[in-house]
């Protein structure tokens, strides 16, 4: 340290005098150089000057000389030629040297200047006269004056010109321009100079300086400082700096011949430090700066030697105080806590970590936080004692203790500290500390798993255990002792082969180890022998743990005893077996099909029978392929989920076939889909059989229509009246069930009146004997009806023995009858209804509903019980009285879909609405057909006669209305013309049509004008030969038909003998079609009176208005 | 009834409008009668405007059948409305000569 010190202060010595010397020498330099730049720039004036002097001089001498000659020779006033020719020559002479330019012979008295120029331009623009007049008369010896023209810059010298007796003649004027003698200035001269005239104006000069034309730079002249130029600035008496920033020294002298002007010397500072370089006068300053330079020189060469010998110690130092930053680097990048104490235990260190890890900050540091402060309470005293045994020379190692920061938390951590020393003595401890918080999370995450890994071992259904290679059991779980009966105790340690697998089984145990040998086994089943004998299979799954050779040091086995899954297993397949073996015997179809899909899962060889496939090929295929597109029943995608149900569908296994099925079907899922189960049953004979009987049914009914025939329409019960009947029944089973007949019997000779009867029906039952019993039951009643002194009470009651004894009614078998008798003559009804629903008497508005309980006429039904005395009631019709026979499927129509039967009452109600519909009596017909409709209509059945029956049952109505002939309207046609009849026909065929429309009869108006038309022109034609003079009467009248009647007046004919006008023979005559068309157009056409009266009439069709028919749903109580 | 002859050639077009009954059946035949059928291989009757057709009518038709028959030519009925065409149906005119319904 000392001799750095010295030898640095050495060297600072030497360096400050080597500066010192530099400066000096610098100053002297500087001084020098001032010197000499002043020294150079007067030498340039006084040079410059002296020649412009020279030069002036000349125009002097040669103004002198030519004033002289001129006063020798009297130029002026008389010149004669040989002084002209002396003065020019000389003035030639002074030309030639190409300095004069002009010479200018001024004489005052003249008008004119007298001009002799010279050889080179002449005077123009020079302003003589103003410059010559300046000039004083008495004016003598040459002076100069300044002028300048535009071509140049010329100096003029002034001689006068005196005579004799000095008296003014004139003047000589001598002018000239410095060009010449400035560029052999510029030329000899090392520096710059200006000629400045009193007007400080440039007149001459050096062109350039340092590249630059001095001239053309140079404005003014300044009169003090001489800055020559805006660009020149005098920053001293004698020295200028240009805009370049360039130095000169300036010397000005006074030109003495020309007062006014002046030269001005210049020389820069570079030439004076090229001059100081020849000028030097400094030798003290080389001494100062050579001894400058010789301490210089030993200092460098004492730091030089020296340096070595403070090399090593500064290296060490170095090293030293790298080593240190390369300790602090690596403690800060360290992420543990780094420190450092004194003695004191104060912390002197600490990198970065710990102020975060601790939160204190350089401030409680430098406050003096003490190193047991970052430790808690608790374990401070014994971190004290490591200390103290750190201070001994100890090694304590790690220690865990827990650590507090100054937020008062606290985290484990561990604590490793080692002593400090300076100069072989203890100096402090310095340590790291690590933060051990996640260490210790994980320690109690892996003792929890590791208890809970315990638990499951202990509690697991499965058998965990542990083997070597060679066999010996190293560890069992609760349920492997559980299973083999065996404790841990006896099986650890032991042979697992040998004890739980005997010989007989041991290939299980080679096999396994072969596997294992490759990968971990899965589901490998073994049967051990448990200690009480019992043969129970494991299924395991074993892994391996191996060495670092890969060796197998210990198999682990994770069983399942599958021992009773496996006797569920031989069970299912037994059962299955014994399913497939009933599948393959069972007389009808089994097939499984996915109920989403559609395509069949499974079939037994019966159900692939019907298909007409092999079982295997049905598999997969889509059922919907074999079923009949338009007979396939209920698809099974339709079939909800859980739905029982069956339905007949008809299968064909090609073209040629089809079989009809019986199919019953389940839909359930089985696993993540649903399937459809069906059961098909081969009713194809049955099929047969049935439409055998269908055809016997057909037969049978044919022969009830023989026995009971058609109901007349109309049946005339005296002249003036008729009675009108129509059934409409729509039967809902083909077997039958209702049947009915309307019968007439005529007036005998023995005073009996004619009578009708009118029965209706409804044998109990639907089966295929029903039509037979209807058959038998008619038969027998026609029989005692054609007793006809039976009254009607015993008809019923004879028909009821009778059928009682009949085999062919079992006993469960019986009937109920509504039984109307109406005599011809009289209109007295009887009545009887044997268990059957009363009927419906219409009258005007009334209706009535007959019998009522308890009158005569109401009776058991018909088969129930023989002996008994039928009852029979009685009632006197009316013109125009409605009667409604009905059987219970009308009134019992709305069970099913509103579970309610309509009482009589409610009939009776329902039945006086629909007639409240229309002004004029309703027709019985159309009541029946309003009061179906609508009660149809409040079931939301369809039931149509003839037609469609969606009810429950058969339903028949049979209407009955006494009509009256004559109750007609009439119009007699009397033809005057053929055009007024064609007219009357039309026009009457309108009228009846327009009341027709009224009537509820609105369509085949074309075809009731032909017939009203034939029908009259028969009559006009063929009744009364075209005569225009007979009149031909038209009746007409709307009941449940419309009658029409024409009566003629003529000879009548024979409508027996018609011909038939279709006939090949007569299809191309003329006439005779009238007839024919009558026939076709109409329902029913007949004559009276020798052909004379035709009745024709067109039925009423069963389309009433809308208006009579209430809406579906509405109440049949209005 | 109204009618309206177009004859081109040997073929007569007859459009009629109106009702064919006694009185129509009369004016048909007498505008018929009128007709030179001298050269006519073809009668079509247009029945578009025809509501109605009597015996009388269906006599005249058979008539003009006749006429036109026994030169060899043919007679055939057009447009005729669904009731016009049943009833000539019925009495089967269509085998005797051609019958198109509208």
Known sequence: MRIRLVIYGLAFLAITSALVGGLLYHHDINRNIAVNGRLQAALVARSVQAQIESHLEKYQTTALLLSHQHAVGRVLQRPNRVTRQVVQHMLSGVIRQGELQTVLLYQPQASASLVHAGASAGASGFNWRGDVAAIPDDA???????????????????ATVNDHQDNYLGAILVAGSFDRLERRLTASITGHWLLVDAKSRVVAGAPTWRGGRLGSEIRTVGPEALPVAPDLNAVAPDQLIDAAGNRYWFHRQDVTAWPGFTVVGLVDEYQCYRACGMVFNGTRSLVIAGLCLGILVAAVLIVRFAHRAVADEKLVRDELAKSEGRFRELAEMLPETIFELDRNGTVIFVNQQAYKQFGYTKEDLQNGLNGFDLIDAADRERALQNSLRIYKGEKTGLNEYTALRKDGSRFPALFHSSLITDQGQPAGIRGFIIDITARKQMEDALRAERDQTRRIFKSSPSV???????????????????ITGYTAEELVGRSWWQTLYPDQEHHQVETLLAALESEDVKAY????????????????????????????????????????????EAKLRNSEAYLRMIMATIPAGVVVIDAKAGNIIDINPFGAKLFGYRPASLIGKDYHDFVCVDRIGLCPREIPCGDRGGSDVVLHPDSDHTIHVRRTHTRFPVGDREVVVQSLIDITDIKQLMRKQSISIDLSKSLLGLVNGRIARYTPLNPKLALFAQAQAARCYAEGGDHYFLRTIAADDEGRTGRTIVSLKDQSGHEVGCVLRSIITDLIHHELLDDRTLTMAQTMSCLNDRICELDSFAT????????????????????????????????????????????????????????VAFTAGRIQLQVGDRLVLYTDGLTEMPQRNRSFVIN????????????????VPKPVAIICQDLLQKIAALCDETVIPDGKNTSADDVTLIG???????????????????????????????????????????DAWQNFRLVLEESILNAWKHGHGEALDKPITVRWRFGNDLHLQVIDSGPGF????????????????????????????????WWEDHGRHIHLVFHRPLKPAAADIAPAGASDDG | ??????????????????????????????????????????IVFDFGGVNYIGSAGIGKMLIFYKAIASKGGRLAIENANKAVYDLLKVVKLDTIFTITSA
């Not at chain 1, 009589?904 to 002004?919: A, F, I, S, Y």
Request: net charge negative; with cysteine; charged share 25%.
């Open chain 1, 464 to 482: 965990i255990c542990g083997i070597t290679p060679d066999g010996t059991t190293t560890f069992i779980n609760q349920t492997g002792e559980r």
């Open chain 1, 140 to 158: 003598s010896g040459v002076r100069f004056i300044d002028a300048a023209d535009p071509a140049g810059r010329r100096v003029a010298a002034v």
């Open chain 1, 960 to 1002: 009955l209305e006494v009509e009256a002939y004559n109750r007609c309207e009439q119009q007699v046609i009397r033809p005057h013309s053929v055009e007024s009849l064609a007219g009357q026909i039309k026009t009457l065929a309108a009228r009846i049509s327009t009341e027709g429309a009224r009537s509820g009869i609105d």
């Open chain 1, 812 to 867: 469960a078998d019986f009937l109920t009858a509504i039984t109307l008798e109406i005599d011809h003559a009289s209109l007295t009804m009887h009545y009887a209804a044997c268990g059957h629903p009363p009927f419906l008497l219409i009258r005007g508005r009334e209706v009535r509903l007959i019998p009522d309980t308890d009158q005569a006429g109401g009776n058991l039904a018909i088969g129930m019980i023989g002996g």
């Open chain 2, 1 to 42: 009834m109204e009618m309206t002859v177009d004859q081109q050639g040997d073929s007569i077009r007859i459009e009629l409008r109106g009702d064919i009954d006694e009185l129509g059946a009369n004016k048909l035949k007498t505008g018929f009668n009128e007709l030179d059928l001298s050269n006519c291989k073809q």
């Open chain 1, 1054 to 1085: 024979d409508f027996n003998r018609l011909g038939n006008p279709t006939d090949p023979q007569g299809m191309t005559r003329s006439s005779g079609r009238g007839i024919y068309l009558m026939r076709h157009l109409t329902d029913q056409l």
């Open chain 1, 525 to 568: 089943e073994m049967t051990l022998t448990s200690r009480a004998g019992q043969k129970i299979t494991i299924a395991w799954n074993s892994i391996v743990n191996r060495d670092d050779t890969g060796r197998i040091i210990e198999i682990i086995g994770f069983g399942q005893d599958i021992t009773k899954a496996k006797h569920a």
């Open chain 1, 904 to 919: 009589g009452e409610r009939l009776g109600r329902m039945t006086h609405n629909v007639l409240d519909t229309q002004p």
